[in-house]
């Protein structure tokens, strides 16, 4: 029997329903950012306006509890990026992402000269941060004296990489300050990462969050190389569609896809949400004519919009005397009641990210 062609509509549809932005869902904190594998997270703030455009009734308080009572984990993962994730999952998971790190630091450290001495920079490093958490211009003046003939910008990718740090949080704002302190998982967990592979999970995981997809799809999301075999091994459990362009899909076979007229409401999300970085090829969410807008110099991702389920445009919040405005940037002409859908949703945004300014706007650019 020929695999099911799959439109764009459908992965569409699919994909944000797996992403929990057709509905906004009643789950904890910890599910939620479970069920997502992650949250990328190099701005403090964006996981928080990720988790509020998903989750029902979601206010600052319940992520910021959850990364007090330790929970919820900052650390380096896939991509080797900043994500948020379920404590447990990081200890059940690293070990399996490992290998993706070190292959981001080896292609850094060959731009950068040469690999260092790695077992050598691991003692220093762990008995340094060991003692107490260390910021990483802490770490950089540490090892400027010990290692003075080496790199330091190498030695810090190479200790970010290798050991299983936590960023440690802060009791205000956003929770992780813009020059935090770095401790050991063993520290903040009190036990280190499984040292089993986890690989199987880790890719069912992956496509219950973001499937159907790719091989392609799968090793852009988890950094990963050269998973074609691995992935053959686990086709027995997968079920097999095509994209309109032939190309081969994987997913869960208990998992439905969903009709493409499916109604998608207007969602707002932040910078690096994983959703416009967990495929390869990036149709099903955002058109190659918005690519511009949304993947920017210097590896920044956008704040976007949706309209019918697909990015529409980008956002920008602005202070002036009292007043915060939330600037819509729309990539197309909207309609009238797109743009009143927008405008309430986005008033409701400006209020949960910035909850003690004296007044409110929307402004829509163009």
């Known amino acids: ?64 509890r959850a990364i007090e009572q330790r929970t919820i984990i900052k650390a380096t993962l896939m991509r080797a990026t900043l994500h948020l994730f379920a404590a447990e999952d990081y200890l059940r998971l690293r070990q399996t992402i490992q290998p993706a790190l070190e292959a981001a630091f080896a292609g850094i450290a ?14 220093f490093a762990r008995d340094y941060i060991t003692e107490q958490p260390r910021s990483f211009a802490d770490i950089s003046a540490h090892f400027a004296d010990l ?28 929770c992780y300050p813009g020059n935090p302190e770095f401790t050991l998982a ?29 091989i392609t799809d799968m090793q852009k999301w988890s ?26 899909l994987f997913d869960l076979p208990d998992l439905p896809v969903l009709d493409g007229d499916t109604p998608a409401p207007i969602r707002f999300l932040p910078e690096y949400d994983n959703l416009l970085l967990a495929h390869d090829k990036r149709t099903r969410v955002v058109a190659d004519a918005y690519r511009k807008g949304v993947y920017l110099p210097g590896l920044r991702v956008a704040a976007t919009f949706l309209v019918d389920g697909f990015v529409r445009g980008a956002w920008k919040i ?11 940037d729309p990539f ?6 797109d ?12 209020r949960f990210v910035e909850a003690d300014a004296k007044a409110y706007a929307v402004r829509v650019e163009g």
Do not use: C
């Open 1 to 64: 029997m020929a695999d099911r062609i799959l439109t764009l509509r459908e992965l569409n549809r699919t994909t944000l329903t797996r992403q929990m932005l057709l509905a906004r869902e009643t789950l904890s904190v910890e599910a939620a950012v479970a069920r997502l594998v992650g949250m990328q997270a190099q701005l403090a703030s964006a996981p928080f306006v990720g988790l509020w455009t998903r989750l029902a009734d979601f206010r600052r308080d319940d992520l910021a």
């Open 223 to 248: 950094g990963m190389v050269k998973l074609k075999d691995r992935i053959e091994a686990l086709r027995p459990q997968l079920a097999v569609y095509r994209d309109e362009g032939k190309r081969e």
């Open 318 to 328: 602005e202070k002036a005397k009292g007043t915060v405005t939330l600037v819509l």
């Open 110 to 123: 060959k731009q950068r000269g040469g690999l260092p001495e790695i077992p050598k920079i691991l003692t």
């Open 147 to 174: 290692m003075s003939d080496d790199d330091i910008g190498t030695i810090r990718y190479a200790i970010r990489t290798h050991l299983p740090l936590i960023q440690v949080p802060v009791a205000k704002g956003w």
């Open 339 to 350: 743009l009143q859908a927008l405008t309430d949703e986005g008033e409701r945004l400006v």
């Open 332 to 337: 197309e002409p909207l309609a009238k009641s």
């Open 186 to 214: 063993e520290t903040w967990l009190g036990q280190t990462p499984a040292e089993t592979d986890q690989f199987p999970e880790l890719i069912l995981r992956y496509l219950a969050a973001f499937g159907p997809a790719s």
